[in-house]
């Protein structure tokens, strides 16, 4: 498949790569790894994997590093990575939020390239601060933002870009789930503990969580600057402290306006992030858990489906594909996507040559400031009685 050309001048080295967070009991990590594996691009050789040294260890041991690279922290990690003649490449950040400002700007501080989940920080002031620390280190820094590595995503992304819409006008998009309708946090459970704790999460709850998802989305394939949000956010579950449900409205820039709703408190629903861009000549649709499909409607004619792989796929979304169509890819081959095009970016820039571009569409430091600023604006709306706010810009 073409995706096998990004960084195939680099392929047969590998970058090196270290993870911070991510070890026993983490979710998120054993994502990035896996992703990391399927175009083969990197190879994991250290760890800083959890803030409990015995249990760093063990992780370490679990997935076969070598015990003098499983490191019981990240600033141990840092310093004696940075001498090694074969120190990592790049760092693979899979902390909770609030970890996440400290160890980017710390890796990039000594030219080490990080990719970072998202929110990429818990404050708008943190992520300027990094916008302004990546320029300077000269690395790559890569966003996470794994729905962005959805072929068909990318080619509504064209489909925007080249005016097959015409003008966009009315944006539509949700990201919903149930597995906080009852009171997990409340009973120690470890993922939903620390997305419910504003000293580990941020201001955002669900808003931070899952809706940043929605909203990068929406950017992603529209490529609309957004201006004001009008927020409505509450915590359903008696004594969370966080918002598990958003409504918001949109205005962008040139006067499109949308809706965003994000819910982790919605029965029925277990992963189901949606979106519809609407313009003056037709309108796209797609839907996470069906994510094979994008459906096409051109104003006054019959909805048409563009399958992944088959007639209608555009170049952009082909060369993000690795099964034949009907053969399902999904979650794991959204985020091996962002990884494999964050290797071409990395290896194009220590060859000082023009990465291949078909792997540009990555979410950059940048993007995970304007998530922040979203998340931001959203919470100050909020307690503002749902009064529209404006949305800082990102330069």
Known sequence: MAIESFGASGAAKRLRLGMVGGGQGAFIGAVH????????KFMLVAGALSADAERARASGAELGLDPERTYDSWTDMLE??????????VVSIVTPNHLHYDIAKAFLQKGIHVICDKPMTVTLEESLDLVRTADASGAVFVLTQNNTGYPL??????????????DIQVIRTSYVQDWLTTALDAEGQKQAAWRTDPAQAGAGGSIGDIGVHAFNLA???????????????????????LDDNANVLLRYKGGATGTL????????NYNRLSIGIYGTKGGLEWVGEDNDNLYYTPFGEPTRCITRGGPGAMDVANAATRMPPRHPEGYIEGFGNVY????????????????????????????????????????????DGANWQKVAAVD
């Open 33 to 40: 790894r896996m992703a990391a594996r399927l175009d083969d």
């Open 80 to 89: 004696k990575e940075v001498a090694r003649k074969d120190g990592i490449d």
């Open 153 to 166: 995503v990318r080619q509504a992304r064209k489909m925007v870009a080249d005016g097959t819409l015409g």
């Open 219 to 241: 950017a992603f394939i529209s490529g609309l600057e957004l201006e004001e949000v009008c927020a409505d956010m509450r915590s359903y579950v008696p004594g969370r402290q």
């Open 261 to 268: 709703w994000t819910s982790q408190v919605a029965p029925g």
């Open 340 to 383: 494999s095009n964050a290797a071409e970016v990395i290896w194009a820039t220590k060859d000082a040559r023009d990465p291949d571009p078909m792997a540009t569409d990555v979410p950059t430091v940048r993007d995970g400031a304007k998530g922040l600023a979203f998340i931001e604006a959203c919470v100050r709306s909020a307690k």
